[in-house]
Structures are given as C-alpha cells and as structure tokens.
C-alpha cells in the first residue's frame, strides 16, 4: 500500500511517519520504523508530467518514500476506502499501474526494486 501525508511544520519525519501510516492502516498495523528512517528515493512531483514523470497537478512537491514493514492487523480507516494485499508480481502488474496515478505505479516498482522484490 502507498500511504503519503505531509509533514507538518516542526514534526520529525519519523513521527510524521508513524502518524500517516496509524490513519490509513489502523492503530494495530504495528509499523516497523527505524529510529533514524532514510528514504529509498526522493521524488519530485511537478504539474508538468514531461518534468519528472511524477506528476502533482497542484503544485511542485518533493516526496520522501519509505518501505516500513508491518506486522499487525491493517484496518483501511479515514480516507483509505479499501485494502488488498498483493504478491510483488500482482503489485508491479500493468493491471494494478492502470490504477495508479502521478507516477505512483513507477514509485511503486522502485520500492519493491528496493527490496529486491521486483519481477
């Protein structure tokens, strides 16, 4: 699952981590996050889609992406609707990427490239 959220002003990007992933996933989704966590990329979201291929059709912003895993029981709340699991090759499938949008699909195979995880 992609769980994204702003940090905001004067919060540490571990607890801005903590906070984005108990709303989507649920308080007992048990999040494994390093005390120092360190992005695996960095993506720039730009409303020009020739720019970065990531694409924010609002504003120029800058994503810091993490794989946290987790070991407790997901509950989609607040503004996830619904939650799937998928094996890596579900999740890096052209079916699931025509779902995506903004590049999310690309960010997507990058972490599971990350994690030596990609098909």
């Not at 992609?2 to 004067?10: A, E, H, N, T, W």
């Not at 619904?82 to 999740?91: C, D, K, Q, R, Y």
């Amino acid at each position: 699952m992609l769980v994204s959220g702003r940090i905001l002003y004067g919060e540490r990007v571990r607890d801005a981590l903590v906070r984005h992933l108990e709303k989507d996933l649920g308080p007992l989704a048990l999040p494994h996050i390093p005390p120092n966590p360190s992005p695996f990329t960095i993506a720039e979201y730009f409303p020009d889609p020739e720019i970065s291929g990531f694409v924010d059709p609002r504003h120029h912003a800058v994503s810091l992406a993490y794989v946290i895993p987790v070991s407790g029981d997901c509950t989609p709340t607040q503004e996830a609707l619904n939650l799937a699991w998928f094996t890596p090759a579900e999740a890096a499938s052209s079916k699931i990427a025509a779902d995506m949008t903004g590049g999310q699909d690309r960010l997507l195979r990058l972490g599971l490239a990350h994690v030596g995880k990609l098909p």
